[in-house]
């Protein structure tokens, strides 16, 4: 930053600041993830899957449209996560209950089971990485990235 302002005083390089702490510290909590998916035989596009159907609640099935929303994700990109875990058996797809000629993407006994077990660590590892704040710093940041989240137009929260 320094250098940046002595090369370039006439701008104001403060967004520089933020905007590169928030990659560095993108990269590093990839990393821990990543560990921690690779522990479960899983990576986070899989992880993802899993862990939208699980929290759908019974009958833990969504459409492809469903899970395509929830990931942000283009539809051949949700096709191929869905294959993969298919072959995998920790899904099904199905006949959909209110449109037969559509499918519903379910999470089998072995897809319940793995995403049962890799969320606790999943939730270790998220709190090791937030363990250097406090609650009341971890509160801010969360409302601080909301509503830089929602200047941007990701009404998500």
Known sequence: MQQWAAERPDLDISPMEVIGRLKRLSRLVEAELK???A????DAASFDVLATLKRSGPPYRLTPTALMQ???VTSGAI???LDRLEAR???TRTLSDADG???DVALTPEGHALIDR??????????????GLDAPRTEALVD????????LGDDLG
Do not use: C, N
């Open 79 to 81: 096709t191929q996560r």
């Open 101 to 103: 000629r559509s499918r």
């Open 70 to 72: 929830s990931a942000m």
């Open 118 to 131: 890799a969320l606790p660590d999943h939730l270790a590892t998220e709190q090791r990485v937030l363990s």
């Open 39 to 42: 522990a479960h035989d899983l």
């Open 89 to 91: 058996g920790l899904v």
């Open 35 to 37: 560990r921690t998916f």
């Open 144 to 151: 601080t990235l909301r509503t830089l989240l929602t200047s």
